[in-house]
């Protein structure tokens, strides 16, 4: 008997006492640690990257490290939260069959309706001109740009099989088939960019990471994002996004099901996938980086920091969601110094009732009830066409500013971040929106030119 109790004594230690975590460490020099626990954070190089290693440990284990000299930080790696339309009898813009309810793209005075409770529901009646510009200012600008302009969607994938979608993926032929695949079980790494076969964007999920070829979305939210920048106009098939010069980069780092259906019912993720991902869209020459996702402080760590920071100093245009909590209490990254940090409106040019805002929000877009692609092997909740769903939340209003971003990036390839947002902002004030309740501490400025 004793020796049972001892047997137990001894489970329940390795179990709830030394269970093993995820930590990112940072050395204070270069040279390579001696400890096969460790693993380089990311190949991509600098001088502070360089110098970080992930691993697993216990916490008896993170004590001991702590008390080595060559050893300058260590962080934990944190789970994070990504954060009906009545068409009016309108002009017709476009021979797709589902335009008619993008009122982002184009507000042609459309309804939407939302449940309040069981019982109640409210309708919100569009305003013409609380949109995004309309099919006419967004195809002269597009005509404008010098070339196709790569947009990272860091999120839960991509469905790059959709028809609305398939032409809008980024490809690195490189390390493609001859058809521009990916290749069957590549071993070799033809770019030297420490992602052996990323035809089309990486996988950060995979608990192998040379498994990462296939950016699948099981959840939909990454396709949802990616067709609100860059759906196939006039194909007969949905609706358009904003440019089809924008190339879609596909970056997984979340999978599974959201955790919940409302606004911010989104994927999760972890913080050590978020920044890979930033890294990864930076070294593959992203010129924007969208980031529908959000962090409190008390989740914030420097390697994330730096990640982002990385991204803004090769001049990457980073837009993130403002977040979904109708609060003015700052979210990252939106709260981080040079992200474009995007809150929501809805289709009579209020603020969203779910949107944040305040001092940490640089613009506003639509977010209430977006129309956008949806990945075909999953079945919509909200909308009767197989491949396409309605959406709530900040997270639908990031891609419209980085779509615009993108464009004008394609326009102005030499100019700042400075230089990007201040024209953005321009656009912007045409009309100033404010919140329904208590006025706004900061900056809120409605898209509307």
Not at 312 to 340: D, K, M, T, W
Request: glycine content about 10%; aromatic content about 8%; some cysteine.
């Amino acid at each position: 008997m004793k020796s049972l109790i001892l047997m137990l004594v001894c489970i329940s230690s390795t179990v709830y006492g030394e269970s093993s975590q995820d930590y990112v460490v940072l050395f204070k020099n270069k040279i390579a640690p001696r400890d096969s626990r460790l693993t380089r954070f990311t190949p991509y190089h600098s001088s502070y990257f360089d110098r970080l290693y992930q691993g697993k440990f216990t916490a008896k284990e993170v004590a001991s490290l702590h008390k080595r000299r060559n050893i300058q930080k260590i962080e934990r790696v944190h789970e994070i939260s990504f954060s009906s339309i009545i068409p009016n009898q309108a002009q017709a813009y476009s021979n797709d069959p589902l335009y008619k309810w993008q009122w982002g793209i184009q507000n042609q005075a459309q309804s939407t309706t939302s449940d309040i409770d069981d019982i109640r529901s409210r309708r919100l009646d569009g305003v013409s001109g609380i949109d995004i510009g309309g099919p006419q200012t967004l195809n002269a600008l597009e005509e404008k740009m010098q070339g196709d302009v790569i947009v990272a969607v860091i999120d839960s994938g991509v469905d790059i099989e959709h028809p609305d979608l398939k032409n809008a993926i980024f490809k690195n032929m490189t390390e493609c088939d001859a058809e521009g695949r990916v290749r069957f079980r590549p071993t070799d790494d033809r770019d030297q960019n420490g992602y052996i076969g990323d035809c089309h964007g990486w996988d950060f999920t995979k608990e192998n990471a040379k498994d990462g070829q296939r950016p699948f979305d099981d959840q939909g939210h990454g396709t949802h994002l990616a067709g609100i920048l860059s759906m196939q106009r006039d194909n007969a098939v949905g609706g358009r996004g904003v440019s089809q010069k924008i190339k879609i980069l596909p970056i997984k780092v979340s999978h599974g099901q959201s955790n919940g259906s409302g606004p911010g019912a989104t994927p999760e993720s972890f913080t050590d996938r978020v920044a890979k991902g930033i890294l990864y869209a930076t070294k593959m020459g992203a010129k924007v980086i969208n980031l529908s996702l959000g962090w409190p402080r008390s989740l914030d760590t420097t390697y994330l920091r730096e990640a982002v920071q990385e991204a803004l100093r090769q001049n990457v245009l980073i837009v993130a969601a403002a977040g979904n909590n109708h609060s003015e209490s700052p979210i990252f990254p939106c709260a981080y110094q040079g992200v474009l940090c995007v809150g929501a409106v809805s289709v009579d040019g209020s603020l969203a009732e779910f949107s944040n805002y305040g001092g940490a929000v640089d613009i506003l877009a639509p977010g209430d009830q977006i129309l956008s692609t949806y990945p075909q092997k999953l079945t919509p909740s909200f909308f009767s066409v197989v491949g396409h769903e309605i959406k709530n939340g900040t997270s639908q209003a990031a891609p419209f500013i980085s779509g615009l971003g993108a464009m004008l990036r394609g326009i102005f390839p030499d100019y700042s971040l400075s230089d990007l947002k201040a024209i953005l902002f321009s656009w912007a004030l045409k009309n100033v929106v404010g919140p329904p309740g208590p006025p706004p501490s900061g900056p809120l400025r409605g898209l509307n030119w």
